[in-house]
């Protein structure tokens, strides 16, 4: 399975008062993972929803959390394809600090129509690029 890593730092504003992230403050990182990785594969998403009436809405997730992230730490966030079909993604994703392994979650996503907000079908392209190396 391929993965794409992409570094975060925990800042103040992530935060309650003892230093801890927010629950919320982990889903705002791996959302921001799977937006650079679709960057990453050169997809951008002002772009898809422009050119391709594309739009991605995240629709379930079963998330785990193992250990705190606290301010100040550097923070790894890992995506992964794990299946796709139609008009939906399931991604697998976690955070770690160093070797740590913070949390993990598994996220699904629907492509909707830009301008219907109707589900619509992944074009196969992006598909093959989140799931191959190229």
């Known amino acids: 399975m391929k993965q794409f890593k992409w570094p975060v730092r925990v800042y103040y504003e992530d935060t309650d008062a003892g230093g801890i992230a927010y629950h919320t403050s982990y889903l705002k990182y791996m ?64 955070i770690y600090r160093d070797d740590e392994q913070l949390c993990e979650a598994d996220i699904a996503v629907a492509c909707l129509s830009a301008e219907r907000y109707t589900p619509r079908r992944m074009p196969k392209s992006i598909i093959m690029d989140l799931a191959h190396d190229s």
């Open 31 to 94: 959302e921001r993972a799977r937006t650079e990785y679709l960057r990453d594969l050169g997809y951008s998403l002002k772009q898809l929803r422009a050119e391709q009436d594309i739009l991605f809405v995240v629709n379930r997730i079963d998330i785990s959390f193992k250990r705190p992230a606290v301010f100040d730490d550097e923070l790894t966030v890992t995506a992964a394809l794990r299946k796709s079909a139609g008009a939906s993604l399931a991604f697998h994703q976690t």
